[in-house]
């Protein structure tokens, strides 16, 4: 009742139908403090990180009070204390709330020149015998494409230990750009206009996104465990580069820096960014039961894709994917995950939490099955270049694992070799689909991967128009039985629930993010069984 009761009053407070957000927006009253929202993230066995931002006129420094309790009204306070902030970080305040107890939910605030901010409700890891966890999986929230329906969805849960963020938090484009032609049709312009480029550009661009009301139900609800994919810097970054990062835009390292600046500043993970050492990678153990493992495949260590940049031909893209030197998460973090691995033994499960798709996805022949005067994101020649080469079935994405074959099969050994139950999570395909991993040559799954669809990106169906009705992912589920859930049509997420005896992913399906009524509906469920990684998903 009390859950159900504080789930109530922060979707009621962002929707802005309580008599204390309307006093607070009224003339009579000092400006809103706390206009961002709040959020928590990386939580321990023993600590979890708290976040906000503050809006003031002051200048300089600004103190912060913080306060943990053990209930939504904030009387039994568990752990309190005051941080300061200021304009060198963007008035973002954040704060190691140390000295809690294991398995436990929380209540916490922040406040300021006299205002309080919202409640926010957050749990910290469990240690032992646990009978089960309960992850959501999101991925890829666009703002100028749709409402975060999806996020509101998490928001509206009350059985979730935390939700796992794997990329795509923000998008770097500009008004015009990449899924911004719906954009003004339902007052999403992106904020600033332009593509994001500079530090203070990244920092707006964060902001527009933390005061989306659906965003602030979603993170006030539950702690966030996120990593970076591409589009928090610019589409199809690398180690030295991005697609999206051309002649005349500055210094790659600079944008880089100034985004992953604003990155540590407006995201509830714990650290500070520092450049191209920055480590994102990290573990996360949920008592004897789950240790999940979060990787960076994007900055830390990967290689250039093979179809990106000046002198690309088809003989250089079959010799780069033959490379054997080519890398995607770099020898370190490699090394990093076998000695994680080994060490994550004692418990049933291991989640691996990154961001691109793993498994083989051949192309069907693209030729009998699209609509080529139907709407496609592709200019009439790129989809027709693109038909053409599916005849021969190879694959076309080389953003994802498959653009590092060497380097996938090298971390399905490790896989095999160093987890007992590995489950692979991702993102960024804006697909919902499973998968069994099975390596070359091999016959059964050393791995499963489950992956998680957009909260609101365009979705693939958007690319390649069906001439009837699920075509394109029919003829995709035959041509690759490794496969065993595909949906290209429509935005969604994704709950994982591990249990001593099976790990259960649960797709869930929204029908539209071009308006806030919405439907959302559970599509597919697929399991499988603890020492049962062999037989696949059923
Ligand atoms: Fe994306």
Request: proline residues 6%.
């Amino acid at each position: 009742m009390r859950r159900r009761t504080f789930i109530r009053a922060i979707v009621a407070a962002l929707l802005g139908t309580t008599a204390s957000v309307r006093n607070a927006f009224s003339l009579a009253r000092p400006k809103p403090v706390f206009l961002h929202g709040v959020a928590s993230g990386d939580p321990t066995d023993s600590a979890v990180m708290l976040w906000t931002r503050v809006t003031t006129a002051s200048l300089g420094i600004i103190s912060v009070e913080w306060q943990v309790a053990a209930d939504p009204a904030m009387r039994n306070v568990i752990r309190a204390g005051t941080t300061e902030t200021g304009s060198t970080r963007d008035y973002t305040v954040k704060v190691d709330a140390t000295g809690l107890a294991a398995g436990s939910q929380y209540y916490y605030r922040f406040s300021c020149d006299g205002q309080d901010s919202a409640v926010g409700r957050t749990r910290t890891l469990p240690r032992g015998a646990i009978e089960q966890a309960k992850l959501g999986v999101v991925s890829c929230s666009n703002y100028p494409a749709g409402f975060f329906n999806v996020y509101r969805e998490v928001a509206m849960r009350n059985d979730l230990d935390a939700v796992l963020h794997l990329g795509d938090y923000i998008y770097e484009y500009g008004m015009g750009e990449y899924a911004t032609e719906n954009a003004s049709a339902i007052g999403r312009i992106p904020d600033p206009p332009h593509e994001i480029r500079t530090l203070e550009d990244y920092r707006r661009r964060h902001a527009q996104y933390k005061a989306d009301p659906d965003s602030q139900a979603m993170h006030a609800s539950v702690p966030v465990i996120a990593v970076w994919d591409d589009h928090e810097i610019a589409n199809d970054s690398w180690r030295d580069g991005a697609e999206n990062h051309q002649d005349g835009e500055g210094q790659w390292s600079e944008r880089r820096d100034a985004a992953l600046q604003a990155y540590f500043e407006w995201m509830p993970i714990r650290g500070v960014a520092a450049g191209a050492d920055t480590k994102i990678y990290r573990e996360f153990r949920w008592g004897d039961l789950a240790s999940v493992v979060m990787l960076d495949t994007r900055l830390i260590g990967r290689d250039r894709q093979p179809n990106v940049g000046e002198e690309v031909t088809r003989d250089s893209i079959v010799a780069a994917l033959r490379d054997p030197g080519r890398r995607m998460l770099g020898a370190e973090q490699e090394q990093w995950l076998r000695d994680t691995l080994q060490a994550a033994g004692s418990t049933t499960w291991q989640l691996i939490g990154q961001q691109v798709m793993v498994a083989r996805m051949e192309p069907p022949d693209l030729e009998p099955l699209v609509d080529r005067d139907g709407p496609s994101y592709f200019s009439p020649e790129n989809l027709d270049a693109i038909i053409k080469a599916s005849k021969s079935h190879a694959p076309q994405v080389l953003d994802v694992w498959e653009g590092y074959p060497v380097a996938r099969e090298q971390f399905l050994q490790d896989l095999d070799k160093f987890a007992r139950n590995p489950v692979v999570l991702s993102g960024d395909l804006h697909t919902s689909l499973a998968a069994n991993l099975i390596p070359n040559g091999g016959e059964r799954p050393v791995a499963v991967e489950l992956m998680a669809g957009p909260v609101s990106s365009p979705v693939l169906e958007s690319v390649f128009p069906d001439k009837v009705p699920n075509g394109v992912r029919d003829a995709t589920l035959v041509q690759n039985p490794n496969i065993r859930f595909l949906d290209i049509a429509r935005r969604g997420w994704l709950v994982v629930t591990v249990t001593p005896s099976e790990c259960t992913g649960e797709w869930h399906l929204v029908d539209t993010v071009l308006s806030r009524d919405y439907k959302s509906w559970s599509a597919a469920t697929m399991k499988v069984g603890a020492g049962q990684i062999g037989k696949g998903l059923v």
